[in-house]
């Protein structure tokens, strides 16, 4: 079983709650085991070992990734 060693404390970010926006949406892995979010490009947790979620689990936090990820996507576009 894999369990959180500490050697990521300095680069785990807790969750910042905000109605409008997703840790995901901004580039950042959940690691269930450490109990923060990366922003890295691996997908296991360079401290545990866990694989990362890339996105979200609850219902809500679903229609606020997709809604990021639309409102991303539109602005992308608009800027080209």
């Known amino acids: 079983m894999n369990f959180c060693k500490g050697e990521c404390e300095g680069k ?3 969750q910042i709650k905000t109605k409008d926006s997703s840790m995901y949406a ?7 085991q450490c109990g923060g979010f990366l922003k ?10 866990t694989k990362l979620r890339v ?5 809500r936090e679903k229609e ?3 809604r990021c990820m639309k409102n991303l996507s539109s602005s992308k576009i608009e800027g080209i």
């Open 12 to 14: 785990m970010v807790r």
């Open 26 to 32: 901004l580039g950042y892995k959940n690691c269930k």
């Open 40 to 49: 890295t490009s691996v997908i296991f947790c360079e401290c545990c070992g």
């Open 55 to 59: 996105k979200p689990k609850t219902k």
């Open 64 to 66: 606020v990734y997709e």
